[in-house]
């Protein structure tokens, strides 16, 4: 059973900042495209944003444009999620899932695509 592992949520501030890792129990991402993606309670999960397995092609979400950045490092076999000037709402359960890349189309980052996921992390974002 190919699983992902979320870490890094927690609560914030308005205005500040959190990194979400991803990591994979028992593959690599090698050749995988990852997304992330959230959902709010009562809301469809929605994208956040997606990487390709090389990370030279990313898809963002128009809310998360200029504030969340995407990475990847292949040789630690994680996949982050750099959030700044959070918002709240940006409050949700944040996913990360994995596909093979041939099996998703780059240019839709959409969460119906993605076969692999992991359980989810917690972001809140309150004064």
């Known amino acids: 059973q190919l699983q992902l592992v979320e870490s890094g949520g927690g609560w914030v501030q308005p205005g500040g900042s959190l990194k979400l890792s991803c990591a994979p129990s028992g593959f690599t991402l090698d050749y995988y495209a990852i997304g992330w993606f959230r959902q709010a309670p009562g809301q469809e999960r929605g994208r956040v944003s997606c990487?390709?397995?090389?990370?030279?092609?990313?898809r963002y979400a128009n809310s998360v444009k200029g504030r969340f950045t995407i990475s990847r490092d292949n040789a630690k076999n994680t996949v982050y999620l750099q959030m700044n000037s959070l918002k709240p709402e940006d409050t949700a359960v944040y996913y990360c899932a994995a596909e093979f890349e041939s099996q998703v189309d780059m240019r839709l980052c959409v969460f119906y695509e993605y076969d692999y996921w992991g359980r989810g992390t917690q972001v809140t974002v309150s004064s």
């Open positions: 990487i390709s397995s090389s990370g030279g092609s990313t």
